[in-house]
């Protein structure tokens, strides 16, 4: 089974190092779930009640590989009552929200065993802000060896607000009052007189949505390699993941007969408003942003100016080629790895070789986008939707935000050299003919997903089934079928990418071989030995390496651990346990009902000369974690599109790269279960 390569992480060190062999799966899956089982209340679980009132955090430092340092630093906090209240906002970018949460993050990363993980978790879920709770244990779940198995529940279902509109949350409290069980239907928010809605399925997909959110805890901006390893690739990881959203949106659009979209300017008027139709839990609903407004000064962030003149200072780096360290020495950027530089730049990371003079581009941002509701804080407004990663995609503004990083990004790979013949060329190996099996075609189909975490309840009342649903994309599954072949060796190893972009504009339009090449979305890359001869590859888009399976819902998660506990069986939820990486139904663009064009390319590329690490073939399929934290493709996400192409006739010389025009259908189609 594949996991979603593309954004892998990696299991560190010191975080409940010492291996709790005595804590089954299913144990751990079991103290996972009912932590997070209505985050909102007090906790249900009777060992997780007794932990929360009787253990004391401090008594016994031996269980920290830091002597208890970090468990000190926030019970201090916690005595002095400076900490984030209950029952109120929590926003990543806030801060002091973020400080408390990694104050939290910090002492679950020097816990020496999984039981006292839990201990303390019971005991700062009855005290800390639930936000900040919520968002401490995903990021530790993501990073622990211990917990390398534990599958964290849809966060759509553990805090629903973020992802349903108000009117949905208003009903389900209502059906909660009459104790009536129901199902709600979601719709998209905006009218057919806004042209944004008619992408709206895409920004406001739930999936896409907790994608956003786990890529940004598995490679977050604010983590220190002190916590416990390097992150490989980081900056570019950035660019990728986000060039990638970017290059989708815009075939989304074009399937919808809209133009791609405008890059945001900062001297220039937003000129698509929002009214997000979303409400916090607690705090009152999301800011709205009209039509046409200037981006203004926000107190306490940042003024207009500032931001331009960051963006003058990267464009300048990327015009003379490198980067300034805050010593004053030079990062030379002009090759592969000048993007990695470049993300932690932009966004900017604590990687950042200079945050003191290139800024937090992309952090400021989307703090001054979600901001222009109320920018000198007159009316005490919450945080606005690009201030969360969960609701961000949300806004038409946040896809034309990165529309015009990822122009910044483009100026820097455009300034590299073009890749040469002798560089694109697998010598001995040719892709002779490249099918599709079956049709591309998309479809909606009714999602639907529990509410029972939105609203409140008390334990003397049983629950009753509250549900939404809401119409997501898909895909008929299909395969491609690519011939090879090898007058190389037996047992050549070659590393197959799979591209495909838009072949015209919303006007019908021919896109030029550099802007297709420099839209293509990355359908997916994996690796093959090639026997001598004739090899005829068949892969399903099942198994896309650049996706990952919807998770089984909160309930059936509970109900498959239970049953695991008390059967004693095991509990296999292996093809869930990266949340990193697209949904596989996203894996296709919409497309339309005459077939929307696209140029597919097969490239094969020399595996042996490609790979970071040894024995790539032979490690199921694909990794997620990475040989002690290395990238296993070391060439430059995107390649061999990344770069600037001058002359296309190349990329039909090389033999070992293949291109095809498909259609992508969509004929309408919305499958209900209601």
């Known amino acids: 089974m594949k996991t979603a390569l593309l954004l892998l992480a990696v299991a560190g060190a010191a975080l409940f190092s010492v291996a709790s062999a005595d804590v089954s799966n299913a144990q751990k899956q079991h103290d996972v779930n009912f932590l997070l089982w209505k985050v909102n209340e007090h906790l249900r679980d009777e060992t997780h009640k007794g932990y929360a009132k009787t253990f004391d955090p401090e008594a016994d430092t031996s269980h920290y590989s830091d002597n208890g340092e970090a468990v000190h630093r926030l019970m201090k906090e916690l005595k002095d009552h400076r900490l984030l209240e209950q029952k109120h906002w929590f926003s990543l970018f806030n801060d002091r929200h973020r400080e408390e949460a990694l104050m939290l993050f910090d002492v679950f990363m020097h816990c020496k065993d999984w039981v006292t993980g839990i201990k303390l978790a019971a005991y700062f879920r009855e005290r800390m802000n639930e936000g900040e709770f919520v968002y401490a244990l995903y990021a530790t779940i993501i990073h622990a060896p211990l917990a390398e198995h534990v599958v964290l529940p849809p966060l759509y279902e553990v805090t629903p607000h973020l992802f349903t509109n108000t009117e949905v949350i208003q009903e389900a409290y209502a059906a909660k009052m009459r104790q009536t069980p129901s199902k709600i239907k979601s719709s998209f928010t905006g009218t057919a007189r806004n042209k944004e809605q008619r992408v709206a399925y895409f920004g406001e997909d739930i999936g896409m949505n907790t994608h956003h959110v786990f890529w940004h805890l598995e490679f977050p901006f604010w983590w220190r390699d002190s916590y416990s390893h390097k992150l490989d690739r980081k900056g570019e990881n950035f660019f990728w993941v986000h060039h990638q959203l970017t290059c989708r949106f815009d075939a989304e659009r074009i399937s919808n007969y809209l133009d791609p979209v405008e890059e945001l300017q900062w001297d220039k008027p937003i000129h698509d408003g929002f009214a997000p139709h979303t409400s916090y839990k607690y705090g009152g609903a999301f800011p709205s942003r009209p039509d046409d407004v200037d981006f203004e000064d926000v107190d306490g962030v940042a003024r207009v100016r500032d931001m331009i003149i960051t963006d003058s200072r990267i464009r300048d780096a990327i015009a003379h080629g490198y980067i300034i360290k805050e010593d004053g020495s030079h990062i030379d950027i002009m090759n592969d790895r000048g993007i990695d530089v470049l993300g932690d730049v932009i966004e900017s990371s604590l990687y950042s070789p200079n945050s003191q003079y290139y800024g937090a581009l992309h952090n400021t941002a989307h703090i001054m986008l979600g901001r222009q509701a109320d920018p000198h804080g007159k009316y005490n407004l919450p945080p606005g939707v690009m201030e969360h990663f969960e609701t961000a995609t949300r806004d038409p503004g946040f896809f034309r935000l990165h529309k015009y990083m990822d122009n910044i990004f483009r100026e820097h790979k455009d300034s590299l050299p073009s890749y040469t013949f002798d560089e694109l060329d697998f010598k001995g190996v040719s892709v002779t003919n490249v099918a599709i099996d079956g049709t591309l075609e998309t479809y909606f189909e009714d999602f639907e997903y529990s509410l029972i975490n939105a609203v409140d309840d008390t334990e003397s009342i049983e629950d009753v089934d509250i549900d939404t649903y809401v119409p997501r994309l898909d895909h008929k599954e299909f395969s491609y079928n690519i011939e090879i072949n090898n007058e190389k060796d037996p047992d050549t190893l070659a590393t197959i990418r799979i591209f495909a972009w838009p072949h015209e504009d919303n006007n019908g339009v021919d896109f030029s071989f550099d802007d297709g090449r420099w839209n293509a979305i990355e359908l997916d890359r994996f690796w093959v030995k090639l026997s001598a001869g004739k090899n005829n590859i068949v892969c399903k888009s099942t198994d896309s390496a650049v996706t990952v399976h919807d998770v089984p819902s909160f309930k059936t998660l509970m109900e498959k651990t239970e049953a695991a506990l008390s059967g004693g069986g095991d509990l296999d939820l292996h093809d869930f346990e ?63 599109f990344d770069r600037h192409v001058e002359d296309e006739r190349l990329f039909d010389q090389v033999t070992n790269f293949h291109h095809i025009q498909v259609k992508v259908f969509n004929h309408g189609e919305h499958i209900h279960h209601h």
Request: contains cysteine; negative net charge; aromatic residues 12%.
């Open 578 to 640: 990266s949340a990193t990486g697209l949904p596989n139904r996203f894996l296709l663009p919409k497309g339309n009902h005459n077939g929307m064009k696209f140029d597919l390319f097969v490239c094969v590329t020399d595996g042996a000369a490609d790979a970071a690490i040894a024995d790539l073939h032979s490690k199921d399929e694909f990794l997620h974690y990475g040989a002690n934290g290395v990238y296993p493709d070391k060439r430059p996400h995107g390649y061999p």
